[in-house]
């Protein structure tokens, strides 16, 4: 592998591992029942964008769509919890299917959907409505699943341990109180998961291109961000393998255009690029020939000779240029 395959390896390795920590992080937070990391983990629910059930920051809602502006949606490949969820979803799904059903396709934009989702989101909390904005907003969908599913799950899996440690006297462990969770939260909570999870498991980040408010609002600010995907277009040879590879189903090879909006900055398509055309960067690749020829007018100037000059390419231009 060569020097700079390697560091672009690097990106989504990186990618990978914080967005893991933060993943597991979140999950001791909520499904702990002694307050241990309540102290020491707490910042990661403050930095969460829109966290509904713990409060709005608007230092932090600032802070992402900046940090969107410059870099993309870093937000949601590295610290969202739901994104990390929906990642390893898709990836089991992809490793349950053979051949070309494994790969995603480039699709439209869901723009409707996007506006129509942010603004009953908008509009709920205006009008002070909690259910729809637990229902839409992911930090809420995922602490709730944890408190509510996961946590009863872990404290009755503590107790039969410390029971079986008080009967054999091979170890001494504390029991917990039971955890309260009413039938609708617990059903809420799986419903919830499994409606975002199924389309995750066959397409990707659907959720997140499609209902999700916070990824709407971050879209717009990463839509043109300083360091974007770029597609190379005098190195590309069209072989689709970052079309396939993109969960956010953004990558558009006939205009070889990423949407910026759509992509949540994962570098899948980066690493399997054959031919290092695909960079995050903050310059923009100039299309040129010979894949897009552009008409250039004619290089002589003077009056006399201007007429009846046939249009040159680019290319003409060029090699004339060498020429002379
Ligand atoms: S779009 Fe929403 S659910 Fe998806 S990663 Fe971003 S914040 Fe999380
Ligand atoms: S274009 Fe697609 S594969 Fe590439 S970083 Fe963005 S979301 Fe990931
Ligand atoms: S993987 Fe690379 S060469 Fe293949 S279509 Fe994408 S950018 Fe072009």
Redesign the pocket.
């Known amino acids: 592998m060569s020097g700079r395959a390697a560091s672009r390896t690097g990106l989504r390795r990186w990618r990978i591992v914080i967005s893991v920590a933060i993943f597991v992080m979140v999950t001791l937070l909520w499904v702990e029942y002694s307050e241990l990391f309540l102290r020491p983990l707490g910042w990661v629910s403050r930095v969460q964008v829109f966290p509904v059930a713990t409060g709005i920051s608007l230092v932090v809602v600032v802070f992402w769509l900046l940090a969107s502006l410059l870099f ?1 949606r870093v937000y949601c ?1 590295t610290v969202c919890p739901v994104g990390t969820w929906l990642d390893i979803v898709g990836h089991a799904g992809r490793l349950t299917r053979r051949g070309a059903a494994r790969d995603y396709r480039y699709s439209p934009a869901l723009t409707r959907w996007r506006y129509v989702s942010l603004g009953v989101f908008a509009v709920s909390i205006v009008a002070g409505i909690a259910v729809i904005p637990a229902i839409l907003e992911p930090y809420t969908q995922y602490s709730r699943f944890v408190i509510n599913v996961l946590k009863p799950g872990w404290g009755w899996l503590n107790n039969q341990l410390a029971a079986l440690g008080n009967a054999t006297g091979w170890w001494d462990m504390y029991y917990v109180g039971h955890v309260e969770a009413s039938l609708f939260a617990v059903l809420l909570s799986v419903v919830t998961v499994i409606g975002i999870s199924i389309p995750a498991w066959f397409f990707g ?1 659907t959720f997140c291109n499609s209902l999700c408010p916070v990824g709407t609002v971050l879209g717009v600010a990463s839509a043109r961000s300083v360091w974007h ?1 770029d597609i190379d277009t005098d190195l590309c040879t069209n072989c689709r393998k ?1 079309e396939y ?4 189903s ?2 558009n090879l006939s205009d070889h255009v ?1 949407d910026g909006s ?9 690493d399997v690029c054959p031919d290092d055309a ?1 960079f ?1 960067r903050p310059t923009r690749k100039q299309l040129s020939f010979p894949l897009m020829q552009r008409l250039l007018p004619p290089k002589v100037t003077a009056p006399s000779a201007s007429a009846n000059v046939p249009v040159q390419r680019v290319s003409d231009h060029v090699t004339n240029e060498k020429n002379d």
Do not use: E, M
């Open positions: 993309g490949s980040r995907i970052c590879a993109c969960k956010a953004c990558i990423v759509r992509c949540v900055n994962c570098f899948d398509c980066i695909i995050y």
